[in-house]
């Protein structure tokens, strides 16, 4: 798409492809990332937990409280 454009190309002469650059780099990371932390296998979403009535927004109960 850019590549047609002629200031594209004169930037790219001038400075590199630099979206290219980022792009190869964002590979490297996301390699390394799954390298070092594999992703997570899960069967099934955790169900969520109960929230207090007066508590503010993601604040869970303690195991074993009952909601009242």
Do not use: C, H, N
Not at 2 to 26: K, N
Not at 34 to 52: F, H, I, K, N, Y
């Amino acid at each position: 798409m850019f590549q047609e454009a002629p200031i594209y190309r004169q930037l790219v002469a001038e400075r590199g492809d630099i979206p290219a650059q980022v792009r190869g780099e964002a590979e490297r990371i996301k390699s390394d990332l799954q390298r070092v932390m594999p992703p997570l296998r899960t069967s099934a979403p955790a169900a969520a937990e109960p929230v207090w009535s007066g508590a503010p927004a993601g604040l869970a109960l303690p195991p074993g409280a009952q909601q009242g």
